[in-house]
């Protein structure tokens, strides 16, 4: 190795790990495709897709934990949580006019471009110029049988954003 070669890889090596943390969690987001489904079919002024991403964190001792968030102000405003407790959070916003008479729903339809046939854990509902996103743990099973919990949710850029663990 030259000395220039050798340069080249000690750059990266002294960035400060916050940052290279920083990219990291954005390099390793996992895409949420969410398909709407509208009563009407197609044309019923509803979005064709909603976008989530979810990250994993760094195992602990013990358990596991995914942050997530979905991009819900790209067709509503005054966003806030409704509901929440420990196994379900619910986020309810207004309508952009454009999707105002949307009637539809929407699940998880496919992560990282790969169709997903799980249970959908993220649904939303569009009715009454209103939109509610669910986050529901309900039947999610962690590798020991018991139930994932919501362990925080917050608002950030007007997106509800949360973190749902369970043990390992």
């Not at 917050?154 to 949360?162: I, K, Q, S």
Request: glycine share 12%; charged share 15%; proline share 6%.
């Amino acid at each position: 190795m030259n000395v220039s070669n050798a340069l080249l890889w000690a750059i990266p090596l002294s960035l400060p790990l916050s940052f290279l943390g920083s990219l990291g969690a954005t390099a390793l987001a996992k895409s949420i495709e969410m398909q709407v489904l509208p009563v009407g079919g197609p044309g019923a002024g509803c979005p064709a897709t909603l976008t989530a991403f979810e990250t994993e964190r760094p195992p602990t001792p013990g358990g596991f934990s995914t942050d997530g968030m979905i991009m819900l102000s790209a067709i509503a405003s005054n966003i806030s949580a409704t509901q929440l407790n420990e196994f379900s959070a619910t986020w309810t916003g207004t309508l952009n006019p454009e999707h105002r008479n949307c009637k539809a729903t929407a699940g998880i339809y496919s992560v990282d471009g790969e169709r997903y046939w799980g249970h959908s854990y993220l649904r939303a509902q569009m009715i009454d110029g209103q939109v509610k996103v669910i986050l529901d743990m309900t039947g999610m099973r962690d590798a020991n049988g018991f139930t994932s919990s919501i362990v925080e949710q917050t608002m950030r850029d007007g997106n509800p954003r949360w973190t749902w663990g369970g043990t390992d």
